[in-house]
């Protein structure tokens, strides 16, 4: 399983809870940098930003952990990760609360998302670390960028209505 | 840099010659008698030969060598271009091709392509003694004179990849002959130029008349060389031609400087080089209009004149770089004639295969993206479109259909059509497989385009029935999604009885435009200058219609208008004094309706991610002089659902 697996993982918080992402995915760490609204995206990925002269679409992982979403502060950082979608290598920004650690998560550390018990769809969630007597949630990104890559059509659809 | 593999090097060039060969062939069947056609068709021939050869691509040589020869005998008016001739030489073009790149497979056909080809060119009689080497074969030495032949080959030769060993085994084959080197115009070693073929040959040779063969072996060489065939006396002693040789060199030493060698014209650089060099001209324009917009908001004079001639540098930096990377469509269209030519032998269907626009110019990587889709519309309307000979008869057609590709410039876009003369689509048909398939129900009310994107859809292409009887099936959700991929649209047009055609819009680059900065509410967004007609300001009274009619009186005609405010969920009230901005694409035209015109800017399109794919609108996003980012607007895809937007409204009103 995949549960089991030791990573080196990139400690970001959401709201009040902490996630973990795979450190040798991340290239870099921005502070807030303007960001460009796309009309008619999903939610979780509505803003484009510049990075080095790329432009990177924006995630927001709160969205689809259904949590609230406040309004940038000083620690909100965006973590700039490479990952595959679909096969082909992509860049994406996400946004974070704020930025904490680098650290290793033991194997035996992890367990497998609950089924019950979680406010989060499970398929979303890659395992469940321990750390200093608190949880570390590790995400599935790549299940969730797949599900949000294919979600854009009905956006498209908003679209329509709107010019009606 | 990286030194060029010289095999792959040949390949390329032997690539390109052989495309220059099947045009050559498939001209020549229209117009068998041309005989510079027949010449460059030779020529490119034996150059496949000479530098198949230097390269160690011994098959083909050989293989070619013979190919040349029962060419030689059109050439020579001794045989005609027909089509069957033609037939088998484009499948010995394929053996080559196929030789080339696959050099160490044994590769089989060769030798019957070629007896056919003697059968052709004989006139039926095959000479299987036709073992030709031709001059070889004429060697009665005994009857035989003696030549004298002087050459001196062109200063260029050398860099031009001839080599003079070649040359003189292939004059050793006319006859017997007795070679001598002259070496009185090299120069000193302080003015030697490595590259110049300094040596000249004296070639005493043995034979009938050698003429003709010795023309042969310089011909291409012999427009620039110096070369004199004189008939020796029967005895006549050697040596004795050399005093006048002697006397006539200090006139000659001086000759290779004053020779002008022809300056390169076209130079093979690898594609990512250009793509390199195309990113960096993107990163400088992004840079210079940050430094612009800064100078503008400078009282420094100095600043603002550099910030003004670096403008105008990179703007110009910028169209000659987009210019390196333009290539005529025509060399794509070539390709498809042999396409056409084969498919009309296999079904049976006599075809006349036209094409314009060859010279519309765009992006090389759009261009090679291009090749398969075409492919699947050209091979659907020969396939599917056009109707067998008898049934053409029978319709009162003209028996020969006529598939047309045409390719024009159409505001910032390149429209690209495939038409056939044939039956045209049988749309009561599309729709009855189209409920079968489930992809609408028998009430769905779809407009005649509607009903013509049905055939794109995935698993519509899969029915087997459909492709048979009103066809337009296979693949044609693969054409769809690369068409999509490059920002493109596909429009279906047909006429009952009279044929259809399949046009893709296109923007004609996917790299750098000239676009208008506008803003909506907090939002910028950049509009391709190329799609802008003209800007006029919102009538004040246009508010209280907002609901009723969107419509412009520009000038007597009416054009719809959109509200970008509502196209875009934009927060807030509208507000005063908007300005319209009118794009067209294609046939259409629309109003945009923007808060303000921010102004112009040269802007580097970067494609979306894919998550962002699905979103029409927008046909990519650009980086300001600010260093925020801006979406482009993708003007087609507004004009489209504007007009479907007016549609709606009429229906509304009719309802």
């Known amino acids: 399983m995949t549960a089991a697996t030791p990573i080196t993982a990139l400690t970001i918080r959401l709201e009040d809870e902490l996630f973990a992402v795979e450190a040798s995915k991340v290239r870099e760490i921005l502070d807030l940098v303007p960001v460009t609204e796309v009309p008619h995206a999903s939610p979780f990925v509505s803003g484009l930003i510049n990075v080095r002269g790329r432009v990177v679409p924006l995630a927001d992982l709160r969205v689809m952990f259904g949590m609230a979403q406040p309004e940038p502060d000083q620690d909100t950082r965006i973590v700039v990760m490479e990952f595959d979608l679909d096969g082909e290598p992509m860049i994406a920004g996400i946004l974070a609360d704020k930025v904490h650690d680098v650290t290793d998560i033991e194997a035996d550390s992890i367990e497998e998302a609950p089924k019950v018990g979680m406010r989060w769809r499970p398929e979303f969630v890659r ?36 010019a009606s | 840099m990286n030194i060029a593999d010289p095999t792959e090097t040949f390949r390329q060039e032997a ?8 045009a050559g062939l498939l001209d ?64 010995a073009k394929d053996h080559i091709h196929r030789l080339i790149e696959t050099p160490e497979a044994q590769i089989a056909g060769g030798s019957e392509i070629l007896a056919a080809l003697r059968i052709v060119v004989d006139g039926g009689t095959p000479t299987p003694t036709a073992k030709p080497a031709p001059a070889k074969t004429e060697k009665p030495a005994s009857a035989a004179k003696t030549w004298r032949l002087v050459f001196f080959l062109p200063a260029d030769a050398l860099v031009y990849g001839t080599n003079p060993l070649l040359l003189l085994e292939e004059l050793a084959q006319i006859g017997p002959c007795t070679v001598t080197a002259l070496t009185d115009r090299v120069p000193v070693l302080e003015t030697l130029d490595p590259e110049v073929p300094h040596i000249g040959w004296q070639v005493d040779i043995v034979a009938d ?30 040596i004795e031609a050399a005093p006048e040789l002697i006397a006539a060199l200090p006139k000659l030493i001086e000759k290779p400087e004053a020779v002008e060698r022809p300056a390169a014209t076209s130079l093979r650089v690898p594609a990512e080089r250009l793509d390199e060099l195309m990113d960096r001209v993107g990163e400088l324009v992004i840079a210079q209009a940050r430094l612009s917009q800064i100078a503008a908001l400078s009282s420094d004079t100095a600043l603002k004149t550099i910030a003004e001639e670096l403008e105008r540098l990179s703007s110009g930096l910028r169209d000659t770089t987009m210019g390196i990377r333009m290539v005529p469509i025509g060399t794509l269209f070539s390709r498809f004639r042999r396409l056409v030519h084969d498919l009309s032998g296999e079904l049976g269907k006599p075809i006349e295969f036209i094409t314009t626009g060859e010279d519309t110019e765009l992006d090389k990587t759009m261009i090679e993206r291009l090749a398969d889709p075409l492919v699947h519309l050209i091979r659907n309307a020969v396939d599917h479109g056009l109707e067998s000979a008898d049934r053409r008869a029978a319709a009162g057609k003209s028996a020969k259909g006529t598939v047309r590709l045409s390719a024009v410039y159409s505001g910032a876009e390149v429209a690209i059509s495939v038409s056939d003369d044939g039956a045209g689509l049988d749309t009561a048909r599309i729709r009855a497989k189209a409920e079968e398939n489930g992809l609408i129900t028998a009430d769905t009310k779809l407009t005649e385009q509607e009903l013509y994107q049905l055939i794109f859809a995935p698993g519509f292409s899969t029915a087997k029935e459909v492709t048979s009887l009103s066809g337009r099936g296979v693949g044609m959700d693969v054409v769809k999604r690369t068409i999509d991929g490059l920002r493109g649209t596909i429009e279906l047009s047909t ?9 893709l819009r296109l923007p004609l680059t996917l790299a750098i435009i000239d676009g208008m900065l506008v803003r909506v509410g907090k939002g910028r967004y950049t509009i391709p200058l190329a799609a802008v007609e ?13 609901r009723g009619r969107n419509f412009l009186d520009i000038r007597g005609s009416l054009v719809p208008y959109l509200r970008l405010r509502e196209v875009f969920a934009t927060p807030g009230p509208a507000e005063l004094h908007q300005k319209v901005v009118i ?27 894919k998550l962002h794919s699905g979103i029409k609108s927008f046909s990519g996003a650009t980086i300001l002089g600010d260093g925020t980012v801006a979406l482009i607007l993708d003007t087609a895809h507004l004009v489209a659902s504007g007009q479907s937007y007016v549609d709606r409204t009429i229906e509304g009103k009719a309802a």
């Open chain 1, 127 to 162: 395992g469940i670390g321990k750390r200093n007597g608190g949880f570390i949630i590790i995400p599935d990104l790549g299940r969730i960028f797949e599900t949000q890559g294919g979600r854009s059509a009905p956006a498209a659809a908003s679209e329509e209505r709107s």
């Open chain 2, 15 to 22: 690539r390109e010659l052989l495309d220059q060969l099947e």
């Open chain 2, 28 to 91: 020549l069947e229209q117009d068998p008698s041309n005989s510079s056609l027949i010449n460059s068709t030779f020529r490119a021939l034996h150059t496949i030969k000479g530098s198949g050869a230097m390269f160690g691509f011994t098959a083909v040589a050989e293989f070619v060598h013979e190919f040349e020869t029962a060419f030689d005998r059109v050439r020579k008016g001794q045989s005609q271009a027909n089509t069957a001739l033609i037939g088998i030489a484009l499948d």
């Open chain 2, 209 to 238: 008349d050698p003429a003709a063969a010795i023309d042969d072996v310089f011909l291409f060489l012999r427009d620039n060389m110096e070369l004199t065939l004189t008939e020796l006396a029967a005895e006549e002693p050697v």
């Open chain 2, 495 to 503: 006429v009952p009885g009279q044929g259809t055609t399949a046009t």
């Open chain 2, 534 to 546: 003209e800007c006029v300001e919102l009538p004040e009274n246009a508010a209280a219609h907002a």
């Open chain 2, 583 to 609: 794009v067209s694409s294609g046939e259409g035209r629309i109003g945009l309706v923007v808060d303000q015109i921010i102004g112009n800017n040269q802007t580097v399109i970067k494609q979306l991610s």
